[in-house]
């Protein structure tokens, strides 16, 4: 049996998760995550992001941000936040593949050049610009265009999560949005 140093085995083995609402909204029907880490995974972020591509990549505090089957996941080095959860038995099952992504990433860091670099995001205010911008509207759910437009940029919303736009107006936000690949 081969023997493995601690650190080869497995860099993450415990944490603590909770569910909420958001604060901000709390009609959602989803749920967030956080997953508060007892390792620090800062180490392999650089490698997460190489790997799976992230959207942003911070150096200071290091998180890298991903979305992945319509969610955003953002990693820190000592907490996991996971949007648009349904309930627990999701959320253990998102959470158990991430710790598994995780220790594996890490396992294989050697065959991997780390990326310190974020892909470049769709500017906020050419979204904006785009959305009608009509403050009493409201009918995406959000509290205006603006923060409906920084969804957008982020890949958690789209150009058909707008109710009222007009056809051409969808199609050049699609477009526009496309350029971006935010669905990878």
């Known amino acids: 049996m081969a023997s493995f140093s601690e650190e080869a085995m497995m860099l993450l083995t415990s944490?603590?998760?909770?569910?909420?609402r958001p604060e901000c909204n709390p009609n959602f029907q989803s749920l967030h995550m956080i997953a508060q880490l007892d390792q620090n995974v800062g180490p392999v972020l650089p490698y997460l992001n190489a790997a799976w591509g992230g959207f942003r990549y911070v150096a200071d505090p290091p998180s890298v941000t991903f979305k992945v089957h319509g969610r955003l996941i953002?990693?820190?080095g000592?907490?996991?936040a996971v949007n648009a959860i349904a309930d627990e038995e999701e959320a253990d099952r998102i959470l158990g593949w991430l710790i598994r992504e995780i220790n594996d990433t890490w396992d294989h860091r050697a065959d991997l050049n780390p990326s310190y670099e974020s892909r470049e995001l769709p500017k906020i205010i050419d979204i904006v610009r785009l959305l009608p911008r009509d403050p009493a509207c409201r009918r995406c759910g959000q509290?205006?265009?603006l923060p409906m437009a920084a969804l957008m940029a982020e890949g958690a919303?789209?150009?058909?999560?707008?109710?009222?736009l007009a056809d051409d107006v969808r199609s050049r936000l699609e477009r526009y949005l496309a350029g971006f690949n935010l669905d990878a």
């Open 15 to 20: 944490w603590n998760r909770t569910l909420f």
């Open 78 to 80: 000592d907490r996991i």
């Open 157 to 164: 919303r789209g150009a058909e999560d707008c109710p009222v």
């Open 143 to 145: 509290n205006g265009c």
């Open 74 to 76: 953002t990693i820190h």
